[in-house]
């Protein structure tokens, strides 16, 4: 059964070390919340290590630039691991062949940026659905339209055995209270026709291993019993915590807002009723990080 607390302060002298999920937790896509950034320069002027732990499907550059632009300041976190950079790795490892199709909008084609830290990348090249050997898959082209508009375009693919790389397995965000989709619901539907997927970032293994690395280079050898993650989506940020045996802070003021009846705080019986219908829990829960 999962502990609400009140604020990280009340369990932060257990942890050396943060994984904090960046949308819903440190900002809602268009600004940065107060309470939060406060929470972890408190943190880590007490001596704790921030890794920024996100599904943004960008390399650490363009995220760090990104939240430069909601006003999250740099003292509040160390180091970035983010679902672009692994998935950035695997592309260039040649995961899904070297001539993509592109699934996402234009202001993300930072993607396709030289990468340093693979080895003797392939040559990919960016070309249309007919000419492809593979798929990534940013996000949507429209963040509001059904994934369905994808369908046509997925049965092609699917009848091509073309693999679609998923760099956010994220299915939905709230952009300044307003829903969109994300990478992860075109994957789950591409899923759904029999197409075959490629997930990088919570909660699949690639990415903690990417935010141990990160870690290490800030501060080595803090044991795992001193990690705590934060995040707000139950089938990401503390599925993948609970598969890395990792304790979880549960932001429940998130996705799983109305679940959960959160308004500074979650209603104990909407909350045990949601964790219970997710079949998972997190060592603690509150409304908002702070």
Not at 66 to 90: F, K, Y
Not at 155 to 177: E, F, M, S, T
Not at 224 to 235: E, T
Request: glycine share 8%; charged share 20%; net charge negative.
């Amino acid at each position: 059964m999962t502990q609400i607390i009140t604020a990280l302060a009340d369990i932060s002298d257990n942890y050396d070390a943060l994984y904090v999920d960046l949308w819903g937790c440190l900002h809602d896509g268009v600004i940065a919340y107060p309470q939060a950034v406060a929470a972890l320069q408190a943190y880590r002027k007490s001596g704790g290590i921030v890794v920024l732990l996100t599904n943004a499907p960008r390399h650490r550059a363009s995220v760090q630039k990104q939240i430069g632009s909601m006003n999250v300041p740099s003292d509040s976190w160390d180091t970035i691991a983010s679902s672009g950079d692994s998935a950035r790795a695997s592309m260039f490892r040649g995961s899904v062949g070297e001539k993509l199709w592109y699934i996402g909008p234009d202001y993300d084609l930072t993607f396709f940026d030289p990468i340093s830290v693979v080895k003797d990348p392939v040559n990919i090249q960016r070309v249309s659905l007919a000419q492809a050997e593979g798929i990534v898959c940013i996000g949507p082209f429209d963040p509001h339209a059904e994934p369905e508009v994808m369908r046509p375009e997925f049965l092609l693919a699917k009848n091509k055995g073309l693999k679609l790389l998923c760099a956010n397995p994220d299915i939905v965000v709230d952009r300044g209270g307003v829903r969109e989709y994300c990478a992860g619901a075109l994957a789950a539907l591409y899923t759904e026709m029999g197409g075959e997927v490629v997930y990088v970032g919570k909660p699949f293994p690639a990415i903690y291993d990417l935010a141990r690395r990160r870690l290490d280079a800030v501060k080595p050898g803090i044991p795992c019993s001193r990690i705590l993650c934060i995040g707000d989506g139950i089938k990401t940020d503390i599925k993948g915590a609970m598969g890395e045996d990792l304790d979880a802070l549960f932001i429940s003021g998130g996705l799983a807002a109305a679940e959960t009846k959160t308004t500074d705080q979650p209603d104990k019986a909407a909350l045990d009723a949601f964790l219970e219908k997710e079949m998972t829990t997190a060592r603690y829960t509150m409304g908002q990080l702070r």
